[in-house]
């Protein structure tokens, strides 16, 4: 019992000591606050929500740091061994995988904690009112082939019953309907033998609705004592509706579909533009020298204000920072 003491006391200075040093870093470097992120990808997205709700601030992220055992690693769990150390002056930023609809404790700005409230930041890119934006910037022509609203609506419509399900056993026991198993029904697969585009992707929809009413009715059959109702109460006060179950799905998956449905909408998008002679052959070879650029496109996609997550974001950068005025 001394040992393992020893090793928690160890383990304790360690944390405490290292968010010491990125605190005075920060104010070495003259900034607001140091903020450890989970690796480097989640920078953009949270130095953008940052500088956008503090303008005048400027801050320091760190993607990684040295564990108890001296070895430098990144992840969610890296960053919430700080949890006990965390100030104003050091932060953390996570993504919230289910921990919002799960109601984890501390996880919260009051502990010095800002969380995505989608599942990751990657849900906040597919918001689907700046879709057409992004596919406009990308082809410099208005998207008039697609309407990623009704899409993403009737996507997240077709998922809700069973995010329903899946949240009633991340509850009741995971196992017997894992996260793994429900986030193979957000990807895309066949995407070669049809075109997306078509009547709104409605031939990729109808295979999801198979798809997910063929696992609705197994688990309708095989769990006939579960009350869904009683979930659907509980994450609809978090604000979890049918409509936009989309943001809390997982994030890397739905962002790849939005990605490939992009770029199916923007060669639909040049398409049409031949046919009228208002785009030329350059213009589409363009297109596909600048393929790249639609990720990047996608990765600017944040409409501060429009949805709940983003306003619940900027709500607790005012608990955590306090008024929007400059230190330095």
Known sequence: MLGVRAEDCNRDRHFANAARRFALDAKMFRCRAAVHVENKND????????????????????????????RE??????????????????????DSDYRYLLQERKISSQYFILQTYTYSFENHHCFADGLDDVCSRV??????????????TEFSRILYDLFIWHLYFQNADPVLFSQFEFDSYIGISNSKTYSLVKDNGARFL????????????????KYPKAD???????????????????FYVRGHNLYNLVLVVCKEVCKAML?????GKTVTEEMVSELYRRRNSLDYELRKNIKYGAYLPIRKIEEDIQVLLGENKAEF
Not at 43 to 60: G, N
Not at 209 to 216: G, L, P, S
Not at 228 to 246: E, M, P, S
Request: proline content about 1%; some cysteine; glycine content about 6%.
């Open 271 to 275: 398409r049409m533009g031949r046919k």
């Open 73 to 94: 690693t990144c992840g969610v769990t890296q960053c919430l061994k700080y949890a006990d150390y965390l100030s104003s002056d050091f932060f953390i930023c996570i």
């Open 43 to 70: 920078i953009a997205f949270w130095e953008a929500i940052l500088k956008h709700f503090r303008p005048e601030d400027r801050f320091h992220f760190i993607a990684g740091s040295r564990n108890e055992y001296g």
């Open 228 to 246: 869904l109702d009683i979930v659907r109460n509980k994450y609809r006060k978090l604000g979890i509706d049918a409509d936009q179950v989309y």
């Open 139 to 152: 082809t410099h022509l208005k998207n008039t082939v697609f309407d990623f609203r009704r899409f993403l």
């Open 206 to 221: 109808e295979e999801l609705q198979q798809k997910v009413e063929r696992k609705i009715n197994y688990l309708g059959r």
